[in-house]
């Protein structure tokens, strides 16, 4: 889909951003690029749609050089959403996102139900939100109209340059989850660029390492962190390799799907039987309409009470429960912040789907690192 062949940027005092850059984004790829500061990143970026010109080597889209199209018309067909969104502020959420679509001259009726498609997509209400001001949303409702933006016209790329830098980590976190989903329905081609290599290995189909404008490594996150090629990206992404392995594995694709439950109207006495066929301690505890997750109960609260609802423990699912689509390391650290040994997991709505153990995600952070050739410094001084 994407080609970098042998590019490089030069500045006219000398300096290479880039130097020989080579590698390829398939389409429908998540392509991140990431390294320390001044490392190319963003300037490779910008070349791909040309508001970086290229001073060595081709960019190709579709086997097509990018220096093929005039730039308006090359851009028009690239999506491109930043870190500070740049919306525009006399523009309404409508008109925001429509800018493409209009430059494109589309029906007034068919730019209406793309934006309506769109902000629904990134989870506003079009009815409570096309009509306001940017000043009127938050930062992270910002964010996701600067994403609707990108994908006004349906372009077959996307640039992403920091886009959730400017949101605080919570609301970040949500709109990591819920771009990974759009991902899944839009399929769309992305170059990502990130500084964070957390954000980098949980949004990344691969990761490009840059290095004072170099590619020093172009692996799935699996790879970079079990096969780090030198010292450099051994370091970059981090001492604690292993648990950012854990980033990689889905809670859903750990979890219990059979976790012991009951209902709230059940008896005490059915609430032991389910208890003791279990072999377990304790129980969730969900209601029988919704399946929703409504608390525990322990054997020894059922040995005590003879209601149920006296027994149970009643938490709401954000302060006892892991979404299913929530990552392996969220979870660790939820059960450890919490002083639990297994955990419900829950869907969006809350419903009880089934339950995962510390020990398993314990198990899954082990691994045995691969030895890092040694510096010549280190090799002479052992």
Same mark, same amino acid.
Request: proline share 5%.
């Given at each position: 889909?994407?080609?970098?062949?042998?590019?490089?940027?030069?500045?006219?005092?000398?300096?290479?951003?880039?130097?020989?850059?080579?590698?390829?984004?398939?389409?429908?790829?998540?392509?991140?690029?990431?390294?320390?500061?001044?490392?190319?990143?963003?300037?490779?970026?910008?070349?791909?749609?040309?508001?970086?010109?290229?001073?060595?080597?081709?960019?190709?889209?579709?086997?097509?050089?990018?220096?093929?199209?005039?730039?308006?018309?090359?851009?028009?067909?690239?999506?491109?959403?930043?870190?500070?969104?740049?919306?525009?502020?006399?523009?309404?959420?409508?008109?925001?996102?429509?800018?493409?679509?209009?430059?494109?001259?589309?029906?007034?009726?068919?730019?209406?139900?793309?934006?309506?498609?769109?902000?629904?997509?990134?989870?506003?209400?079009?009815?409570?939100?096309?009509?306001?001001?940017?000043?009127?949303?938050?930062?992270?409702?910002?964010?996701?109209?600067?994403?609707?933006?990108?994908?006004?016209?349906?372009?077959?790329?996307?640039?992403?340059?920091?886009?959730?830098?400017?949101?605080?980590?919570?609301?970040?976190?949500?709109?990591?989850?819920?771009?990974?989903?759009?991902?899944?329905?839009?399929?769309?081609?992305?170059?990502?660029?990130?500084?964070?290599?957390?954000?980098?290995?949980?949004?990344?189909?691969?990761?490009?390492?840059?290095?004072?404008?170099?590619?020093?490594?172009? !692996? +799935?996150? &699996?790879?970079?962190?079990?096969?780090?090629? /030198?010292?450099? %990206? @051994?370091?970059?992404?981090?001492? #604690? =390799?292993?648990?950012?392995?854990?980033?990689?594995?889905?809670?859903?694709?750990?979890?219990?799907?059979?976790?012991?439950?009951?209902?709230?109207? !059940? +008896?005490? &006495?059915?609430?032991?039987?389910?208890?003791? /066929?279990?072999? %377990? @301690?304790?129980?969730?505890?969900? #209601? =029988?309409?919704?399946?929703?997750?409504?608390?525990?109960?322990?054997?020894?609260?059922?040995?005590?009470?003879?209601?149920?609802?006296?027994?149970?423990?009643?938490?709401?699912?954000?302060?006892?429960?892991?979404?299913?689509?929530?990552?392996?390391?969220?979870?660790?650290?939820?059960?450890?912040?919490?002083?639990?040994?297994?955990?419900?997991?829950?869907?969006?709505?809350?419903?009880?789907?089934?339950?995962?153990?510390?020990?398993?995600?314990?198990?899954?952070?082990?691994?045995?690192?691969?030895?890092?050739?040694?510096?010549?410094?280190?090799?002479?001084?052992?």
């Amino acid at each position: 889909m994407i080609e970098f062949k042998n590019v490089s940027k030069i500045y006219p005092n000398g300096f290479r951003a880039v130097s020989n850059l080579s590698l390829h984004v398939a389409k429908g790829e998540v392509v991140v690029l990431i390294g320390p500061s001044g490392c190319g990143k963003t300037t490779t970026m910008r070349m791909v749609n040309r508001l970086i010109s290229v001073s060595e080597g081709e960019i190709l889209i579709e086997g097509v050089s990018n220096q093929d199209l005039p730039p308006e018309e090359l851009r028009r067909q690239i999506g491109y959403a930043i870190q500070q969104i740049g919306l525009f502020p006399h523009m309404t959420v409508s008109q925001n996102v429509a800018i493409v679509p209009r430059m494109l001259k589309w029906e007034d009726e068919r730019i209406r139900r793309r934006v309506d498609e769109l902000l629904d997509l990134v989870g506003l209400d079009p009815d409570i939100n096309r009509d306001k001001y940017p000043r009127q949303l938050s930062g992270g409702q910002q964010q996701r109209v600067g994403v609707a933006r990108a994908l006004g016209a349906d372009p077959p790329i996307m640039l992403m340059d920091e886009p959730f830098g400017a949101v605080d980590p919570i609301t970040r976190e949500v709109l990591q989850e819920e771009f990974l989903q759009i991902q899944q329905t839009v399929e769309k081609t992305i170059i990502f660029v990130t500084h964070d290599i957390d954000e980098a290995i949980k949004m990344g189909d691969r990761i490009a390492i840059l290095r004072d404008g170099r590619l020093i490594q172009y !692996d +799935t996150p &699996e790879t970079l962190l079990e096969h780090p090629v /030198d010292r450099f %990206v @051994r370091d970059f992404v981090g001492a #604690d =390799r292993q648990l950012k392995r854990l980033g990689l594995v889905s809670v859903r694709e750990l979890m219990d799907a059979h976790a012991p439950y009951c209902y709230m109207d !059940d +008896t005490v &006495e059915r609430a032991r039987n389910v208890l003791r /066929d279990a072999g %377990v @301690r304790s129980l969730f505890v969900v #209601d =029988r309409d919704d399946h929703k997750l409504r608390g525990w109960v322990n054997q020894e609260a059922l040995a005590y009470y003879n209601s149920l609802i006296d027994a149970m423990h009643e938490a709401l699912p954000s302060d006892i429960a892991v979404r299913e689509r929530a990552t392996a390391r969220e979870a660790l650290s939820a059960m450890i912040a919490r002083g639990f040994r297994i955990t419900p997991v829950v869907d969006r709505e809350g419903r009880l789907k089934g339950s995962i153990r510390l020990e398993d995600l314990q198990t899954l952070a082990i691994f045995e690192p691969d030895e890092i050739p040694k510096t010549p410094t280190e090799t002479a001084s052992s």
